[in-house]
């Protein structure tokens, strides 16, 4: 066993131990939080009890738990790899959270953290025309929308598209972690390239927007996400141009497109100064989240 290791388990013994000990590493360390939690103690949390298999919400009286030396030797491992090789704690952990609920997550995909989230929960703020029967996730990932927006109208079928296999089989197995596979189908699809002949009630996507110059500038972190669900040309518009330019084709006359753009909300606008696009206010932080409905698309398909 390492020394600095066994020197730690020294002065750790309970869960509370490590929950002191793991905080005060990474508040001392320049790690960047952002995938899942903004601070060292939450960070903290989300590592240490899923790594124990507690739940994030535990009475604290249990924090007073002896632990193992297997246990306490794991967890100092994992937070010297958080902090030493940046690596997101989703990634250490296989676990992530979106819109209350667990989703598994591996480096074959993004972590979940749209802001999006907000919207589902909130039955979209009341911005949808009628109940969505048929959905599309454009860039599914792990599933987490698709699944999310599944269990929110349990009378929705919602397709899951994405480019990566990869990321098809985790959406699968989110998929069947929610008794889902009936309702939520994953597609291997560039885009809208190989969709079944249908059309939508929402399409909702949160593709890739760091343009080629900001990516070399992102955290030590976003380098272990896949670069496909994360880059998206010169100007980051590579990606929703395409979306903008063939959404409509599988859009109801009644539906509606939401798409997150994030901080390239700027260059989508200097880009496209006619599109009357609806930016959305959230009010759990996020930006860069806009809608636009057929009717909408329609007036400017021939300037997109």
């Not at 704690?89 to 749209?114: E, M, N």
Request: aromatic share 10%.
């Amino acid at each position: 066993m390492n020394n600095r290791i066994q020197e730690t388990l020294t002065d750790i013994h309970t869960i509370l131990d490590i929950l002191r000990w793991s905080s005060s590493q990474f508040n001392s360390n320049p790690i960047f939080y952002g995938h899942g939690t903004d601070n060292f103690w939450d960070e903290t949390l989300h590592l240490v009890l899923p790594s124990l298999h507690l739940p994030i919400n535990i009475p604290t009286e249990i924090y007073q738990a002896r632990l193992t030396q297997k246990e306490r030797t794991n967890i100092i491992k994992l937070v010297n790899y958080r902090i030493n090789q940046r690596i997101p704690v989703p990634y250490l952990t296989h676990q992530a959270w979106f819109c209350g609920l667990k989703f598994y997550i591996d480096k074959r995909v993004f972590i979940p953290r749209s802001p999006i989230g907000e919207l589902i929960t909130s039955y979209f703020h009341n911005l949808l025309p009628h109940y969505p029967y048929r959905i599309l996730d454009v860039g599914t990932g792990s599933g987490c929308i698709a699944i999310a927006i599944a269990i929110v109208y349990p009378k929705s079928e919602v397709d899951a598209i994405d480019i990566s296999i990869d990321a098809l089989k985790i959406a699968e197995h989110n998929i069947k972690l929610y008794n889902l596979e009936h309702r939520v189908i994953p597609i291997h699809s560039d885009l809208f390239s190989k969709l079944p002949k249908l059309k939508y009630d929402l399409i909702i996507t949160n593709p890739p927007y760091v343009n080629n110059s900001d990516i070399c500038k992102l955290p030590k972190e976003f380098h272990h996400e896949p670069m496909i669900s994360l880059s998206a040309g010169n100007n980051g518009l590579k990606v929703v141009q395409k979306i903008l330019k063939n959404v409509i084709h599988h859009l109801n006359i009644n539906g509606i497109l939401i798409c997150e753009v994030g901080s390239t909300k700027i260059a989508l606008k200097e880009h496209y100064p006619n599109i009357p696009f609806h930016w959305l206010q959230l009010s759990n932080g996020g930006e860069g989240v806009f809608m636009l409905t057929y009717k909408q698309l329609l007036s400017f398909t021939n300037t997109i």
